[in-house]
């Protein structure tokens, strides 16, 4: 840095070629090791959930060389629980490595050849889609949309800009990183070279918070977050999770959902003496059944559950025809893709594809019965589809049509 | 949490000469330049993914939170916080620093998570079974956990160095 700069820019500016403490942000804590920590625990967890949310992505958006099996049962449900629940993790992670590393943000001369000019501009989308990807993902599960676009479009194609963004920052700063975390920490080394200084150096002796007190703190706060919500899936922790957005045991029957009857604009229809479940396409007996038929067709028990792409869930019992069941009856032949129409007049997901895997699963119904009782208008009276291994949103509810393809 | 005073602690194991040439040597290489490659080529496929699904992604909207959240990061939150940092190095007596920061650290982290739940923004989607709790009380308690967790700690580390 130039003696000739102003004393004002020269103290709340840092030099790119010197460590993160200096001057004016000298905390013990601005330390190359514990950054690097930090960046290989974000690292970790936004990968898994880029890996989880492409395959939400592929139950939302069927890709026919790639059909999700039916399959595990619960393979969504657990995917998408660890999607919401590694997002909420990170964010007090984000908030740590963006603190630790803010001196770099005033680094003078902003620019230092070229390397350092693709890497610094590599920092905005990496900065920027990190607190984008854990704001909107946050918001989200709260029904916050303070926004006009579409979450699930913009998170999707967001989550390439900050994956990309993380792959060439790994690359400017894996040998460096490594150094860093192969080093010992320096505290014991002090200690041994030192006992006098090592002693006044121990952070107990009123110097705030120790670098691994810092990490501790880190992870303190992702627990607290962790344990306050990931009950909304994992059941055994369902009475901690004050701060989830769902109480899987709080709704109609018992269980909650996440678009209603009204909403859905179906109370009138779904009640209509008028409504028929109609089966047509590839069948050599198109069927148009009132309710009294649907009810008295051959029922299946599947325990399933509904795993909702917003990360909470809930298993119940289910009990209705099995989609297989009822394609035998209207005369078609296995193997067919089916596509699926609510009674709900309008809206993204009024209509749900079953891959042949998925339609001749077993377990593929459409309920009339949960736990026993019949369904809840809330949770798709007179029926809807509950299949295994599919996100909650393409669980049709208010099913009227049922087509062969 | 920049701190008033600093110790030998401080001083980095490597100088900054070592750091300098090290840097350097790992951007230069081709390392650097591969994974730059491989990393803006991502970036692209996710832009071109915004501009060709205009009609959701809503571009300019969308730029408006991205490039928003950032700078309110930079620009406002990061220096609320080191300045924050500094006042509470301060204000809190030595012995119960550590403790205070990290409860601190770890009460905005989780207020600022539950600040759409206490506001209460999902009800407007007239879901019956959203939000079933009561977030504002709900964080109390969880802050009172917190602080009492802190306040326990405190008193292990006095009993521990009475002076």
Redesign the interface.
């Known amino acids: 840095m130039s003696l000739g700069l102003p004393a004002v820019v020269r103290k709340w500016t840092t030099d790119p ?3 993160l ?1 200096q001057g ?6 601005r330390d ?1 090791r514990l950054a690097a920590w930090l960046g290989a625990a974000l690292g970790g967890l936004f990968s898994v959930c880029f890996v989880t949310g492409l395959y939400s992505h592929l139950q939302q958006n069927p890709q026919g060389w790639l059909p999700i099996p039916a399959r595990p049962a619960g393979l969504y449900r657990l995917s998408q629980g660890i999607h919401v629940a590694a997002g ?1 993790a990170s ?2 992670v984000l ?2 490595k ?2 630790l590393v ?1 001196p770099r ?1 005033v680094a003078f001369p902003p620019v230092k050849g070229v ?2 000019l ?2 610094r501009v ?1 920092l ?2 990496l ?3 990190g ?2 990807m854990t ?2 993902g ?2 989200n599960i ?9 979450f ?3 998170h ?21 990183a490594r ?1 860093s975390l192969a ?1 010992p920490s ?2 014991p ?2 200690a041994e070279a ?1 006992p006098v ?1 090592g002693t ?2 121990e ?8 670098r691994r ?2 990490l ?3 992870a ?2 992702s627990g ?2 962790t344990v ?1 919500t990931v009950g909304q899936t994992f059941p055994p922790l369902r009475s901690l999770a ?6 899987p045991g ?3 029957q018992g269980y ?5 009857a ?2 859905a604009g179906v109370l009138d229809l779904a009640r209509s003496p008028g409504y028929r479940l109609v089966v047509e396409g590839r069948v050599s007996t198109p069927l148009a059944l009132d309710l009294d038929q649907l009810l008295a067709l051959p029922t299946t028990v599947g325990r399933l559950p509904i795993s909702c792409v917003e990360g909470w869930s809930y298993s119940a019992s289910w009990r209705g025809v099995a989609v297989r069941d009822l394609l035998a009856v209207a005369g078609a032949e296995p193997d067919r893709t089916v596509l699926l129409e609510s009674l709900e007049p309008q809206g993204a997901y009024r209509t749900s594809t079953l891959n042949p895997g998925q339609a001749a699963d077993r377990h593929t119904l459409l309920a009339t019965h949960l736990d026993g009782q019949p369904l809840d208008i ?1 949770h798709g009276f007179p029926c809807r589809l509950i299949a295994p291994n599919r996100a909650g949103v393409l669980q049709t509810k208010w099913v009227a049509k049922v087509t062969v393809l | ?3 008033p ?6 001083q ?3 100088g ?1 000469e070592d ?2 040439q ?2 350097t ?5 081709a ?6 490659a ?10 071109r ?2 501009l060709q ?1 205009s009609i ?3 571009p300019g ?2 730029a408006r ?3 928003g ?2 700078l309110l ?2 620009l406002v939150v ?1 220096p609320l ?2 300045v924050a ?1 500094v006042v509470v ?1 301060r204000a809190v ?3 119960a ?2 403790v205070v ?2 409860a601190l ?2 009460s905005a ?2 207020a ?3 600040y ?2 206490v ?1 209460a ?2 009800l ?10 009561d ?1 504002a009380t ?2 109390l ?2 802050l009172g956990v ?1 602080w009492a967790t802190a306040a326990a700690l405190v008193v292990v ?1 006095l009993q521990r ?1 009475p002076r």
Not at chain 1, 156 to 176: L, N, Y
Not at chain 1, 256 to 260: A, E, F, H, I, K
Not at chain 2, 25 to 29: I, L, M, R, T, V
Not at chain 2, 124 to 133: E, I, M, Q
């Open positions: 070629d010197k460590p403490q004016a942000y000298a905390s013990p804590l190359e909420i964010v007090p908030i740590a963006l603190w803010w943000f390397s350092h693709v890497e590599g905005f989308p900065v920027a889609g607190v984008f704001f909107s946050v918001a709260a029904q916050w949309y303070p926004w006009r676009f579409s699930t479009a913009s999707f194609w967001m989550a390439w800009v900050t994956m990309g963004a993380i792959v060439a920052h790994v690359g400017a700063k894996w040998a460096f150094q080093r320096r505290r080394a002090l030192d200084l006044v150096a952070p107990e002796a009123n110097n705030g918070l120790s007190g810092f501790g703190t880190v303190a706060a607290v977050l306050t004050v701060l989830a957005p769902r109480d709080v709704g109609p909650p959902v996440n678009r209603g009204a909403n809330e | 949490m920049s701190l005073t600093r110790t030998g602690d401080d980095p194991a490597s900054p750091r300098h090290f840097e040597a790992a951007k230069g290489g390392g650097f330049w591969l994974s730059a491989a990393g803006w080529a991502v970036i692209a496929v996710g832009l993914g915004i699904n959701d992604t809503r909207n969308l939170f991205v490039v959240g950032a990061h930079d990061a916080v080191i940092a190095g007596p030595g012995r620093r550590a920061q990290g650290v770890v982290v989780v600022l998570f539950s759409p739940l506001r923004y999902g407007a989607a007239n879901n019956p079974t959203s939000l079933p709790h977030y709900n964080l308690v969880v917190v580390r160095s």
